[in-house]
């Protein structure tokens, strides 16, 4: 309870340094070291959601790898991770394709679709270059380079994280609620571990993987279809 206080308070410190300005509702756009806010923050919300997991020690490479007791019912059953994972990418495709390029939500929607390939096709060469073995087949948070294991990093919260990126950085300052949209891949993250699909570092690796997918696929003068 003391670590989450901590992360808490830390977040929350930051946070008070990034809100927006009371007198322009603006959020600035980065923090006074050049670092781009919405990544920062988002990374910080996630490590907030995340931090009663985060403070068992354990292995891995933060140290803080462990697993989780297997739990696949209620919300975090499989078949809802698959309803989130493959809804999100039905959606954002659908809508990209019903807007087109020629309205704001249509380019956010297109950015997406491109962050989404782009973090997908990483993911997936990241997972066969590491070899990391899952929870579920060991308790031992250190066996990586081990053929046909696929634990680091994780896909899916890396896919959702990339979905949802360019929405929160087109719209955050017109519509600070985007941000709530963060609850998704922290619940996917969360969902992943529960089942012993992931590791504590392959779900953060995941979402960090995801929101950069998401912020060069925005920075970007167009996307690349």
């Not at 890396?158 to 929405?167: F, G, L, V």
Request: proline letters at 5%.
């Amino acid at each position: 309870m003391a670590d989450f206080k901590a992360a808490h308070a830390a977040a929350s410190g930051v946070w008070f340094r990034l809100r927006p300005d009371t007198r322009t509702g603006n959020v600035p756009r980065s923090t006074a070291d050049g670092t781009a806010v919405a990544p920062t923050v988002a990374a910080i919300s996630l490590c907030v959601l995340l931090a009663p997991a985060l403070a068992y020690a354990g292995g891995g490479p933060l140290g803080i790898d462990h697993r989780w007791n297997y739990d696949n019912s209620g919300i975090w059953k499989r078949s809802n991770q698959d309803l989130l994972r493959y809804g999100a990418l039905a959606a954002d495709i659908g809508l990209a394709l019903w807007e087109g390029d020629s309205s704001r939500l249509g380019r956010s929607a297109w950015q997406s679709v491109d962050s989404v390939v782009l973090a997908g096709l990483t993911a997936e060469a990241a997972k066969r270059v590491f070899g990391r073995e899952r929870p579920r087949d060991t308790n031992d948070p250190n066996q990586w380079f081990k053929s046909g294991n696929r634990s680091f990093p994780s896909g899916e919260v890396a896919e959702i994280s990339s979905i949802i990126t360019p929405y929160v950085l087109e719209y955050r300052h017109d519509y600070p609620a985007v941000w709530a949209l963060e609850l998704l891949p922290a619940y996917d993250a969360v969902a992943r571990m529960k089942v012993q699909a992931h590791w504590q570092t392959d779900v953060l690796a995941g979402f960090a993987l995801g929101t950069a997918a998401g912020y060069y696929a925005y920075k970007r003068d167009g996307p690349s279809y």
